[in-house]
């Protein structure tokens, strides 16, 4: 179900690649830029990342890295199957990396899992423990599921067969399915409720069984699990405790007086510290606010020395970031590929879906592509989810959803909103969610419109037009949406406010004012007047 690879997990020096027409050597490997062979000429300095933007850059031999897997599918795979595909995750990633993803920071790998030692020596231990174990394994089967798990990750790891069987209940353990059947029966002559007082009723159930206590209710194993297979340590902080992560506060406090605050509208760390008339300032929307804070991370953060970036060599000096980049990668003899587009598609979040004649239904939301021509009212093959499609979308852009080929090698393609052109700027779920709830008999071009005229109003300013105040709820929204694309177009297209609010005449009545009374704080507040 995984695509082709597509480019390595990471570049060193002697091999062979192809750029710019050639196929090349690599010679010399640094932070900043990569030496190559050049034919008939003197060897080749590239940055990093023009090498990796190429067209037809191309890694000959070793092995590659593929996209991220998809760990939306894992859910789909039975309880027992799951666990036994985690379990063999710490095995595999004790074998890779020396030490299993729950060691505490600043243990040291076991002498028979140096990474000192080849691969083979260290899967034919980790076969000799898990035989000593009670786990009869070969070395040859600890190097299948290592690969495995190399080009799958965990959904790698996982048997496949007993997948193919679909219970009547899929994969819901039958403690949940007994403990729901009971919740629904309850509710049978009360009051009606909605599901998510089904799903707490049911877990309270759970809890008051001693057989299913340690049942737990269907979750989704996302985020960890992508984590796990990028090479990520996850050390969770509790709720409330910012001292526990203490860098990140530092961090986030420094950007704050290095950058924020020399940025148009800034309204301080808290209301104590706030302005006035802020919102008078011209303000920076948030794509160009990004686009600032890119370039201020290049060219002052990167560079500036911090005081915890030492070297017990000098530790009398501190270094830039850069700097420090530099010596960790001239040490390690390697650089690091970022992830493709196919990863960030991967992370997406995820829904299922049917493939109908015209598309693709999201929200009210239609989406087509002449690519699921093929596939339209077309079974995916998933039986875990019968016969639904996996779709990935991003919540701050509906313009378009990925969906994967469950007929190829899980490649994505891509499909856009029926409705695109109605609205001059992308914008978000939040916006959409907003919209429909005031059209709740709306069509999808009505709601369209509406987030469009709803962008639109924001935009002109509240003296723009005649229509209704806007909501606090408005303005959240569109706060945090007219930023997603350039507002400049809409700019263009929207009269002044000087052009649009007519001026006042001499016959034209003023409201009554009413003053305020003096506050008297001796005077009693329950004493009638």
Not at 156 to 174: E, F, I, Q
Not at 311 to 318: A, I, L, Q, T, V
């Amino acid at each position: 179900m995984m695509g082709r690879l597509v480019r390595p997990r990471a570049l060193v020096v002697g091999e062979r690649i192809r750029f710019d027409g050639q196929v090349r050597v690599i010679l010399a490997v640094s932070a900043r830029s990569i030496t190559v062979s050049d034919l008939g000429k003197e060897p080749r300095a590239v940055p990093p990342a023009d090498l990796f933007a190429a067209d037809d850059f191309e890694v000959f031999g070793g092995p590659g890295r593929m996209p991220l897997p998809s760990a939306s599918l894992l859910e789909t795979l039975p309880s027992a199957v799951l666990e036994k595909a985690l379990w063999w995750e710490a095995h595999v990633l004790e074998v890779l990396h020396g030490l299993p993803p729950d060691a505490a920071p600043g243990t040291e790998p076991k002498p028979e899992y140096a990474l000192a030692l080849s691969l083979t020596a260290r899967e034919r231990a980790k076969a000799a423990e898990l035989s000593a174990a009670g786990h009869k394994v070969s070395a040859s089967t600890v190097g299948s599921q290592r690969r495995s798990y190399e080009t799958g990750g965990v959904l790698g790891l996982a048997d496949r067969r007993a997948a193919r069987k679909t219970p009547k209940y899929g994969t819901v353990d039958a403690e949940v399915v007994a403990a729901m059947q009971q919740a629904i029966s309850e509710a049978v002559d009360a009051s009606t409720r909605n599901g998510a007082f089904l799903l707490w009723r049911t877990g309270e159930i759970l809890k008051s069984r001693e057989e299913a206590q340690a049942v737990e209710l269907p979750s989704r194993h996302n985020f960890l699990a992508s984590c796990r297979f990028l090479e990520i340590d996850v050390q969770p902080a509790h709720k409330g405790s910012p001292f526990e992560k203490g860098h990140i506060e530092k961090m986030l406090s420094s950007v704050g007086t290095l950058f924020v605050q020399f940025l148009s509208g800034f309204t301080g760390r808290n209301t104590d510290r706030r302005g006035r008339r802020l919102d008078r300032q011209p303000l920076w929307s948030l794509l160009e606010l990004q686009e600032l804070l890119d370039g201020w991370l290049v060219a002052r953060w990167q560079n500036r020395r911090h005081d915890g970036l030492r070297d017990p060599s000098h530790p009398g000096r501190s270094f830039t970031p850069n700097e420090r980049y530099a010596a960790l990668v001239e040490a390690c003899g390697y650089v690091p590929v970022a992830l493709s587009g196919d990863d960030y598609s991967e992370l997406l979040p995820a829904v299922w879906r049917a493939v109908n004649d015209y598309g693709i239904k999201i929200k009210r939301r239609t989406y087509d592509s002449p690519e699921l021509t093929p596939f339209r009212r077309q079974d995916s093959g998933v039986r875990a989810k019968k016969g639904l499609w996996e779709i990935h979308h991003d919540p701050y852009d509906v313009s378009r959803i990925w969906v994967r080929n469950h007929f190829g090698d899980g490649e994505w393609m891509q499909a856009a909103w029926k409705h695109l052109r109605r609205v001059p700027v992308p914008f978000g779920e939040m916006a959409w969610d907003h919209a429909a709830r005031g059209l709740p008999e709306g069509t999808e071009a009505e709601i369209a419109d509406a987030v469009s005229d709803l962008l639109a109003r924001a935009h002109a300013g509240p003296g723009a037009t005649a229509k209704p105040r806007r909501t606090a709820r408005d303005k959240r929204v569109t706060a945090r949406t007219r930023a997603a694309g350039s507002s400049s177009d809409v700019a263009r297209a929207q009269p002044s406010s000087a052009e649009s609010v007519p001026p006042p005449t001499e016959d034209e009545s003023l409201a009554e004012v009413i003053p305020l009374g003096l506050f008297d704080p001796l005077e009693d507040p329950w004493r009638r007047k």
